[in-house]
C-alpha cells in the first residue's frame, strides 16, 4: 500500500479518537459533577430514569465518580493520541487502541450487552474505537507497507 493510503488510515483514525475523546472527556466530567442518581440515569440511558432514582450510599457514588474520573482521564489521553497518531507515531496508535478499546470492552460487556444503553451516544462510540483501532493498526500490516517501509515514524 502507498504512503497516500496509510495516511488517509491513519487520519480517519485520529478523527474517530478525537470525535472519541471529546465525548468520553466530556461524559466523565459530566459524571463527576452530578449526583450519584443524575450520574447513572445518563449513563443508563435505556433504563427509565425512575428506576435508577435513589438515595445511594456515598460509597456508591465515590464509585461512580471513580468512572467518571476513568472516562475523564480515558478521553485526554485519547485526544492527545490522536495527535500523534496524525503524524503516524506508532507507540501512539498502541497506546490509544489500548485505553480506548478496553475502556470500550467493558461498556460493550456490561452495558451494551445488558440492554442498558442506546445506540447513541455510546454503542456508537464502540464503533468508531473499533474502527479507529483497525484502521490505524492495519498501516502496521506488512503487506500495507512494502511498497513504503517510511510511511510510519517512531519519532513525532
Do not use: C
Not at 51 to 66: D, K, M, P, S
Not at 95 to 117: E, I, N, P, Q, R
Amino acid at each position: 500500500m502507498k504512503q497516500p493510503a496509510v495516511t488517509l488510515m491513519l487520519r480517519t483514525a485520529s478523527i474517530l479518537w478525537v470525535i472519541w475523546g471529546l465525548v468520553h472527556t466530556i461524559a466523565g466530567a459530566l459524571v463527576l459533577a452530578k449526583p450519584a442518581t443524575a450520574g447513572f440515569q445518563a449513563i443508563a440511558d435505556a433504563v427509565p430514569p425512575e428506576l435508577l432514582e435513589n438515595t445511594y450510599h456515598a460509597a456508591v457514588g465515590a464509585i461512580l465518580n471513580q468512572h467518571g474520573w476513568n472516562l475523564l482521564w480515558g478521553g485526554v489521553v485519547t485526544l492527545l493520541g490522536a495527535i500523534w497518531i496524525w503524524r503516524g507515531n506508532k507507540t501512539a496508535i498502541w497506546v490509544t487502541a489500548m485505553v480506548g478499546g478496553l475502556l470500550d470492552v467493558g461498556y460493550f460487556l456490561f452495558l451494551d450487552l445488558g440492554g442498558h444503553v442506546h445506540f447513541m451516544p455510546g454503542t456508537l462510540m464502540t464503533i468508531f474505537s473499533g474502527t479507529a483501532i483497525v484502521l490505524s493498526s492495519s498501516a502496521f500490516w506488512p503487506s500495507n507497507n512494502r511498497d513504503d517501509s517510511t510511511a510510519l515514524s517512531d519519532r513525532a
